[in-house]
């Protein structure tokens, strides 16, 4: 085997990656070889493509960002349908009907989840569409747009169990057949980012500001998402309470929906964060 | 001197592409040439770079048998254009700024 067939087998071995875009990088890659041998000789002409195992894994970790951010921006738009078919649900159950408090609960806290995860997701996705992406990035984008899906899922099954009715199946089901599509392709991509950070090391942390601030096209403060969690929980209480109270609730009442959203939204930083790189495990921080 | 310079093969791949479109090998060949050599990008970083451009709408690809050869021939997008200008600018202000600190013996 001469050295250039011997480069192109090292290449095509190394890659993660399947399918069309495989093919073409391969072929791109041979022709690129073939005429630099033709001009140069084989051995210069390998020496001077570089070492296959870097060039695959570069490439690799290419179609892995380009792959997660498609996938994210599917997810978006899955958690959205799920979010219109959860509407769809509730408008069709009996206006006499009352939820049981657990599924409420669950209702309103998976929703939540579900917007921020989208968010979340939605903001890397746009701030990776340029640039050179790291395999634990796509990694983190793959867990975001994974629990924006569940989240909304949750929060579809919540409702049906909250409220008893009768809605047209092509509205309920329409949602949830998007968000499968979406689950599948954040999956794929999910294994191919995966074999590529094998090597493992601590879960990135990427402040949801900063990726704002790219986008913006400005400077933003680099402030740790666990800084703004008071601010963020203050809202959010504030937001229960005058729900609340639009509603018709009693000051009571209302405290005490602030009170249960304040909970959850502190539960839900500490439970998912370091899943959402929103803060580091604990054990991390350690070392 | 051989320089590395990865971490600026974006905005390179846009300089030598501003010039005209062109297949991978060219491009690489422009990038020697207008160097006079001194840069130290293997070849082959040159296809995940292009492919990261397509993605971010600076590049498109389109296949051509121009030269009786099947081959990936790439060429800026109107973004791409602006990318590049502003990329040359980018370098510009920072290789002077650098030039200030380091031209000047203490």
């Known amino acids: 085997m001469s050295p250039l067939e011997r480069h192109l087998t090292e290449l095509s071995a190394a890659l993660h990656t399947r399918g069309r875009v495989r093919r073409r990088f391969l072929r791109e890659c041979e022709d690129h070889l073939r005429t630099a041998a033709a001009e140069r000789g084989e051995a210069e002409a390998v020496r001077a493509f570089g070492p296959a195992c870097e060039i695959a894994a570069a490439f690799d970790a290419e179609v892995a960002g380009r792959r997660s951010v498609w996938a994210a921006l599917l997810a978006v738009a899955g958690v959205l349908a799920v979010g219109g078919s959860t509407l769809a649900l509730i408008h069709a159950a009996s206006p006499a009907a009352t939820p049981a408090i657990p599924w409420a609960v669950a209702f309103f806290v998976a929703a939540q989840l579900a917007g921020v995860a989208a968010a979340l997701a939605l903001l890397q996705a746009l701030a990776m569409r340029r640039e050179q992406v790291a395999p634990g990035d796509v990694l983190l984008l793959v867990r975001r747009s994974g629990v924006a899906l569940l989240a909304a899922a949750a929060a579809e099954l919540s409702a049906g169990g909250a409220v008893a009715g009768k809605g047209s199946a092509l509205l309920l089901l329409a949602g949830p057949a998007l968000a499968v599509a979406a689950g599948v392709a954040v999956l794929r991509v999910r294994r191919l980012a995966r074999q590529l950070a094998a090597a493992g090391g601590a879960r990135p942390l990427r402040p949801p500001l900063e990726d704002l601030g790219m986008l913006a096209g400005v400077h933003l403060p680099a402030v740790e998402p666990s800084r703004l969690l008071p601010l963020v929980t203050a809202l959010a209480m504030a937001a229960a309470f005058v729900r609340d109270r639009a509603e018709q609730g009693t000051a009571g009442q209302a405290l005490l929906h602030a009170g249960v959203e304040g909970v959850a939204v502190v539960a839900c930083f500490i439970a998912l964060g370091p899943v959402l790189g929103l803060r580091r495990r604990v054990a991390e921080l350690a070392t | ?106």
């Open chain 2, 1 to 106: 001197m051989r320089a590395d310079l990865r971490g600026h093969l974006d905005g390179l791949l846009l300089a030598v592409l501003a010039e005209q479109p062109g297949h991978g090998y060219q491009l690489s060949q422009r990038l020697t040439r207008r160097s006079g050599g001194d840069l130290g990008v293997p070849e082959g970083s040159l296809y995940p770079a292009l492919h990261r451009l397509e993605r971010g709408g600076l590049v498109t690809s389109a296949w051509d048998d121009g030269d009786g050869r099947h081959r990936r021939v790439y060429r800026l997008t109107s973004a791409g254009r602006r990318a590049a200008e502003r990329s040359r600018r980018e370098w510009r202000a920072f290789s002077a700024a650098v030039d200030r600190v380091m031209g000047e013996p203490a």
